[in-house]
C-alpha cells in the first residue's frame, strides 16, 4: 500500500499570498495518477487536480498540481477568501487507492 | 446536472447489515466505474471499493475485503453496497462517486460525490 504524506498539517495565509502543499508518497506513484480535493466543513470532497497537473473542470487557473514520482505539489497561486478547507492527495495507480491525512488551510 | 444520491444509511448493531444504494443521473452511468468512499466523523478519506463499467470487476479495500459486495445496475443508473458483519470502525459517512474517466483502467480520480450516507454502528 502507498502511503501519502502531506504536509504541512495545516496553514494561515492571507488573501492573496501563494499556497504550496506538499504531498510525498512511499513508493513511485505509478503513471503520475495522483489527484487533489478540497473538502470544506460539510460537504464532499471537491476536484481540483488529476494526473498529478490536470486541473478539473471549472477550477480556476490559480490551482496547479506538479510533480512526479514520489513528491507531488498543489500551489494556489493567489489564495482568495474561498480556498479555505482541508486539501487532500490521492493515488490512483496503484491498489488500494489511498489518500493523504489532509492540509489545512485557513484563510486570514 | 450530473449528480449522485445515497441513500439507505442509519444504525446499525455489530454484526449486523445494511445496504447503501447511489442513485445517478446526468451523465451515462454504463460509461464509468464508480467508486464508495468512506469518512469517518472528524476524520481523513479511506477509499472502500470501486466497480467497472460493467459490473465485471470490483475491488475492495483489505478493511472490508469479505464482508462488503458492490454491484450496480446500468438499466437503473444505480450502485449498491452491502455491509455486512458491520463493525464499530465502519462507523463514517459513505459517498458515492463517479470517475473523472470513462476507462476502467486507469480508475479513481473522482469528479462528481454525493452528499454521503451516514452509517453508525453501535450496540
Known amino acids: 500500500e502507498i502511503v501519502l504524506t502531506q504536509s504541512p498539517g495545516s496553514l494561515s495565509l492571507s488573501p492573496g499570498e501563494r499556497a504550496i502543499l506538499s504531498c510525498r508518497a512511499s513508493q513511485s506513484v505509478s503513471g503520475s495518477f495522483l489527484a487533489w480535493y478540497q473538502q470544506k466543513p460539510g460537504q464532499p470532497p471537491k476536484l481540483l487536480i488529476y494526473?498529478?497537473?490536470r486541473r478539473a473542470t471549472g477550477i480556476p487557473d490559480r490551482f496547479s498540481g506538479s510533480g512526479a514520482g514520489t513528491d507531488f505539489t498543489l500551489t494556489i497561486s493567489r489564495l482568495e477568501p474561498e480556498d479555505f478547507g482541508v486539501y487532500y492527495c490521492q493515488q490512483y495507480g496503484n491498489s488500494p487507492l489511498t489518500f493523504g491525512g489532509g492540509t489545512k488551510v485557513q484563510v486570514k | 446536472e450530473v449528480q449522485v444520491l445515497e441513500s439507505g444509511g442509519g444504525l446499525a448493531q455489530p454484526g449486523g447489515s445494511l445496504r447503501l444504494s447511489c442513485a445517478a443521473s446526468?451523465?451515462?452511468?454504463?460509461?464509468?466505474?464508480i467508486s464508495w468512499v468512506r469518512q469517518a466523523p472528524g476524520k481523513g478519506l479511506e477509499w472502500v471499493s470501486s466497480?467497472?463499467?460493467?459490473?465485471?470487476?470490483?475491488y475492495f479495500a483489505d478493511s472490508v475485503r469479505g464482508r462488503f459486495t458492490i454491484s450496480r445496475d446500468n438499466d437503473k443508473n444505480s450502485l449498491y453496497l452491502q455491509m455486512n458483519s458491520l463493525r464499530v470502525e465502519d462507523t463514517a459517512r459513505y459517498y458515492c462517486?463517479?470517475?473523472?474517466?470513462?476507462?476502467?483502467?486507469?480508475?479513481?480520480?473522482?469528479?462528481?460525490w454525493g452528499q454521503g450516507a451516514m452509517v453508525t454502528v453501535s450496540s
Open positions: 466497480i467497472s463499467s460493467r459490473g465485471l470487476r470490483t
Open positions: 462517486a463517479k470517475d473523472v474517466t470513462n476507462s476502467d483502467y486507469d480508475y479513481g480520480a473522482l469528479d462528481v
Open positions: 446526468g451523465f451515462t452511468f454504463s460509461n464509468y466505474v
Open positions: 494526473y498529478a497537473s
